[in-house]
């Protein structure tokens, strides 16, 4: 069973409309709802919030802002990462509503609760908050500048941190010693996760438990995140989540309004459902990428690789979520030197406040801005040298492993250079002349663009899982990875039957409770099978033990005399067990693990994209899109392949049109919802061709697998910007709208 395609089991409730998304969950008699009133302002004091005329509104049962959670003992949500850094991390408090001054446009300012949602929002049309307005700062430049508008009087300057890695006297000797030094600025624009579901919770009190039903994707650290803000023990509070409608890093952490929901449920002992609109989403639930980096390679006369320098500011939004200085620092750094034997490097990246949404992990978390980087200044040094670029990264790539990079990272397994050479082929790169000469008969130009990829696959380290048997016939697998879409409910149990021999029917999967699961790190990281399959891998052979024992000792056998197959422990004259019998016999047939596993994996591969662009217009085509990419062995293809394509999707909207834009004078958010912010269709895609290789299993864990989850995401943008630079003969910065690129072809910059 393992590496077959099978179809996902999932998907029939999802296509009869049986999914149980938040939204869909039946509301226990008497539930209240929320509304959140946010600010309009970017930046501003917070004065007087009148309350009188909403509280009179029929319905109403509660209003809560700052002030009250402050009296109620709610402290702020906490940011995570503890960076050695040379300016060490600055984290100011991140109230769950406002208090004293509203720092970015949908910034939370009192939460209204009725009995219902049109009740909540006309009380919200009453209240009256004295603002005064404050000069704002919506990019990195702007809030670092002297004398910049401050945002917070713990952050001096705006700056949130400056983190180094590298050998800094290594790379400045080496780039004084270069026959060619290649000097880019390269900017990663801020863009939104947009899950096709928005945020949504349902807040309650049951015999004396909080309990929370939400739409996340990491239930123990959301858990934890929430605890700490409300100074409860982990116990105290029960976390579980329905159906996810996608998350892609925004749904790993806790928000504000989980806490405000939770504090009004203990104090009008109600349940309190909230579901947020899109455009809340857009504003006040956290973006991701925002990197501007200036980078230098440096060249020897043969075209060798001496050194990488990058110098990186990174978005930070208003405040710190919980994983965003990491993703701006330390998840760049291990994929920085891409599949590339780079001698020296040298990284400083700087985190920036400004009066804009906070940023999180989006769907690769650092490493698609780490690959952007080395695969464009590779990109440009091959135009400005006159070299091959498929040449000069073939010349340039690791060839020996294990191999350790410039910044620590050991890669332990691989071939880049046969991916390469593969995607090549199959992109047809040597039927290109012909297809481009088609293309300038009819008054267009045509561009090909062929990159690289490496992530650093792991996530959170360590994983949690216990199967259990029960007398029914039955297998109940529990985990603490988590899925929003990527089809664990199949091929979870698809290798939990592989495991223990039995029909995949027979697996009854559970995920997602805190009451259930009793510990685990969720999805993110490309981690689920990686960690979560390691974890069901170590829990199956406890459980075969443990069964293998219990049959000796009721057959009156030496355990190494039974053979089993097919969830039976037999023997040579017949009789045996199978695992329900022995259930029944026991009482319980158990296999838990927890485990501490921190290796990471390396997914790579090679890209192809080809494009046809009007220089009227500046509309491009995306006309042919190739994959050749190494995950180790495969437990589902089809499912592989489909996360592929997906991720090259996200990448292939990020590099063509998608944008989170802010007014620069008044921080005002303007892509505030899909009127403004594109997203790709089907229409902008091609017939995607994903092939996959299993020739380079890796060690890190028993099933010799490699994350699929976010590269391709991290792959897409670089190819397809290479290709759109070789039609445009100029360098061109991400989203290359039409707009963008006509006036690249106007004006030459």
């Known amino acids: ?157 705006n700056l949130a941190f400056v983190w180094r890695r590298g050998d800094a006297a290594a790379v400045a000797a080496a780039m004084q010693a270069a026959a060619h030094v290649t000097t880019r600025h390269i900017p990663n624009q801020r863009v939104t996760c947009a899950p096709i579901e928005p945020r949504a919770a349902l807040a309650l009190l049951e015999d004396g438990q909080l309990t929370l039903h939400l739409n996340g994707q990491n239930m123990h650290a959301i858990r934890g995140q929430i ?271 592989h495991l223990l021999d039995i029909p995949i029917t027979d697996i009854r999967y559970v995920q997602a409770d805190t009451a259930r699961i009793e510990r685990g790190n969720g999805h993110g990281g490309a981690r689920s099978l990686h960690m979560g399959g390691e974890a069901m891998r170590q829990a199956a052979g406890v459980l075969l033990a443990h069964g293998r024992s219990v049959a000796a000792r009721l057959l009156q056998c030496m355990p190494d005399a039974l053979h089993y197959a097919a969830g039976r422990f037999g023997l040579p004259d017949g009789r045996g067990l199978t695992l329900a019998e022995i259930a029944t016999e026991e009482g319980t047939l158990e296999g838990e693990v927890a485990h501490s596993v921190d290796l990471v994996t390396f997914p790579n591969g090679a890209h192809a994209a080809e494009i046809e662009l009007d220089p009227e217009t500046g509309e491009i085509r995306l006309l042919r899109y190739t994959a050749v990419d190494d995950y180790g062995r495969l437990l589902n293809p089809m499912l592989a392949r489909g996360q592929v394509m997906g991720g090259v999707a996200q990448g292939i909207g990020q590099a063509l049109m998608e944008r989170i834009a802010y007014d620069p004078e008044t921080a005002q958010l303007l892509s505030a919802g899909f009127m403004d912010y594109a997203m790709p269709r089907a229409a902008d895609l091609p017939d995607l061709r994903v092939e996959l290789r299993e020739d380079q299993p890796t060690l890190a864990n028993g099933l010799g697998v490699k994350g699929t989850g976010q590269a391709g995401c991290i792959a897409a943008p670089q190819a397809i910007m290479a290709a759109i630079r070789d039609a445009v003969g100029a360098d061109v910065a991400m989203p290359a709208t039409p707009e963008a690129v006509w006036r690249v072809l106007a004006t030459g910059n």
């Open 227 to 497: 605890c700490a803000a409300m100074g409860l023990p982990p116990e105290a509070l029960h976390l579980l989540a329905p159906d996810v409608g996608g998350g892609f890093g925004v749904k790993n952490v806790a928000f504000g309004e989980h806490v405000v929901l939770l504090h009004a449920a203990r104090l009008l002992r109600r349940p309190i459902r909230w579901v947020a609109e899109m455009a809340e989403d857009f504003a006040a639930s956290a973006h991701g990428r925002g990197m501007d980096a200036t980078a230098r390679l440096a060249l020897d006369a043969e075209g060798l690789i001496l050194a990488l320098e990058v110098d990186a500011v990174s978005e930070m939004g208003a405040y710190l979520s919980s994983n965003g200085p990491y993703c701006a620092s330390h998840t760049p750094a291990t994929a920085l030197s891409g599949c590339y034997d780079i001698p020296a490097i040298h990284f400083t990246a700087r985190g920036a406040f400004s009066n804009t949404a906070p940023m999180e992990a989006y769907r690769g978390a650092g490493k698609p801005e780490a690959n952007f980087i080395v695969e464009m200044m590779i990109e440009a040094a091959a135009h400005e040298t006159g070299r091959d670029p498929q040449a000069l990264r073939a010349l340039n790539m690791v060839r020996a492993y294990p191999h350790r990079t410039a910044l620590g990272q050991q890669i332990r397994d691989g071939d880049f250079a046969a991916r390469l050479d593969e995607c090549a082929v199959l992109a047809d790169r040597a039927g290109f002349a012909a297809r481009r000469a088609e293309s300038a008969a009819r008054g267009k130009r045509r561009g090909f663009g062929l990159t690289c990829f490496l992530e650093t696959a792991r996530g959170a380290p360590g994983e949690w899982a216990r199967l259990r048997a029960s007398s029914d016939g039955l297998v109940e697998l529990a985990i603490g990875t988590q899925s929003n879409g990527q089809g664990h409910e199949t091929s979870f149990p698809q290798y939990i039957a």
């Open 1 to 157: 069973m393992f590496g077959q395609s099978i179809r996902r089991l999932e998907d029939d409730r999802f296509l009869r409309g049986q999914g149980r998304y938040m939204s869909d969950q039946a509301a226990p008699e008497g539930t209240l709802q929320a509304y959140f009133l946010r600010s309009p302002h970017a930046h501003a004091a917070l004065g007087g919030i009148m309350l009188d005329a909403a509280r009179a509104v029929p319905g109403v049962q509660l209003i809560l802002t700052g002030a009250d959670l402050r009296a109620g003992g709610i402290g702020s949500l906490p940011c995570l990462p503890i960076l050695e850094a040379e300016r060490p991390l600055l984290i100011p408090p991140r109230p769950a509503l406002a208090q004293g001054r509203v720092r970015h446009v949908g910034e939370a300012v009192a939460c209204i609760i009725a009995e219902t949602r049109e009740a909540a929002e006309d009380a919200a049309e009453l209240i009256e908050v004295d603002y005064t307005p404050l000069d704002a700062v919506s990019t990195t430049g702007a809030a670092l500048a002297q004398g910049a508008p401050q945002l917070h009087a713990e952050v001096p300057g």
